[in-house]
Each structure stands twice: as structure tokens, then as C-alpha cells.
């Protein structure tokens, strides 16, 4: 099963910025594409942003488009997601997943309040 591991969340004051990190391993991380997802209290989980397997592609959610940039480190299998100008409602814990394996990190809290 793949071993996924999220770190970098925080408590930030709003306009601050996080960068997250993803540490994959148990699958072969260059061949896969990998999705930020994120979850707040209450709501339903929402795709944040995607990268394809080189890097060459990547997409976002609208609520996020323009503040935070997807990238991934192959020779070290790890994602990252940028995230600058955060706003209270940005406040979620953020996981990264491997669309199509199963198996989820434990996810990293990211918190936005003044």
C-alpha cells in the first residue's frame, strides 16, 4: 500500500503563506499523477490542485487558482503545495492522494486566524 506522509500545516495569520509537503514512497511516485485534496470541519473533501507525472500539467480549484502552486520533486518522490495569501477559509486539514491507489497520509492541519 502506498506510504504517504504530509507535513508543513500551521497556524498563519491570514495573508500568510504555507508550503506543504508530501513524502510518497511504496509505488512508483514518477509514473503517477498526485492530487492535493483538503477538508474542512463539517464539509466535504475538495480537490485543491493536481500535477501530472513530470510536472508538466497543473490544475486547480477555483477557491485556490492563483494563490497556491502544485510541484513535485521526482528524484526525492515528493509533492509540494505552495500556498500564499491564505484566508480563514482556507482552514482545513490538506492530504495528498494518489489518484487510482488506495490508501491515505494522516494529512497536515493548516489553520488561518488572526
Known amino acids: 500500500q502506498v506510504q504517504l506522509v504530509e507535513s508543513g500545516g500551521g497556524l498563519v495569520q491570514p495573508g500568510g503563506s504555507l508550503r506543504l509537503s508530501c513524502a510518497a514512497s511504496?509505488?512508483?511516485?514518477?509514473?503517477?499523477?498526485m492530487h492535493w485534496y483538503r477538508q474542512a470541519p463539517g464539509k466535504e473533501r475538495e480537490l485543491v490542485a493536481t500535477?501530472?507525472?513530470?510536472?508538466?500539467?497543473?490544475t486547480y480549484a477555483g477557491s485556490v487558482k492563483g494563490r497556491c502552486t502544485i510541484s513535485r520533486d521526482n528524484n526525492k518522490n515528493m509533492v509540494y503545495l505552495q500556498m500564499n495569501s491564505l484566508k480563514p477559509e482556507d482552514t482545513a486539514v490538506y492530504s495528498c492522494k494518489v489518484p487510482g491507489l488506495p490508501g491515505w497520509g494522516q494529512g497536515t492541519q493548516v489553520t488561518v486566524s488572526s
Open positions: 500535477i501530472g507525472p513530470t510536472g508538466e500539467s497543473t
Open positions: 511504496r509505488f512508483t511516485f514518477s509514473r503517477y499523477v
